[in-house]
């Protein structure tokens, strides 16, 4: 069973930094792609970003020139850098993969990380 683990998270004033972790128990190279989705209560979850398999990576609007996917394959690990922080990134951030087996899709998601950024 594949298990994703979120860390990094916390609270940090508007305009700084955080690097969320996801670290996967098997090798990254089997899954398609890979991201990072947030949610806020009463709100759907969003995606912030993804990185697929070779690398590619595409993100969500508001986050453009802020955020930064990139993946460590020899730690199966992907990462999110989160620099200048809005009060309205707080969220609750996971980190998601899915792999396409036999023309079926299977997601795998993390248990989430809580962000806040104070104003």
């Known amino acids: 069973q594949v298990q994703l683990v979120e860390s990094g998270g916390g609270l940090v004033q508007a305009g700084g930094s955080l690097r969320l972790s996801c670290a996967a128990s098997?090798?990254?190279?089997?899954?398609?792609?890979m991201a990072w989705y947030r949610q806020v209560p009463g709100k759907q979850r969003e995606l912030v970003g993804v990185?697929?398999?070779?690398?590619?990576?595409n993100y969500e609007d508001s986050v453009k020139g802020r955020f930064t996917i990139s993946r460590d394959n020899a730690k199966n690990t992907v990462y999110l850098q989160m620099n200048s922080l809005k009060p309205e990134d707080t969220a609750v951030y996971y980190c998601?993969?899915?792999?396409?087996?036999?023309?079926?899709?299977?997601?795998?998601w993390g248990q989430g990380t809580q962000v806040t950024v104070s104003s």
């Open positions: 990185i697929t398999s070779s690398g590619i990576t």
């Open positions: 098997g090798s990254i190279f089997s899954f398609n792609a």
């Open positions: 998601n993969a899915h792999r396409i087996v036999w023309a079926t899709r299977k997601e795998y």
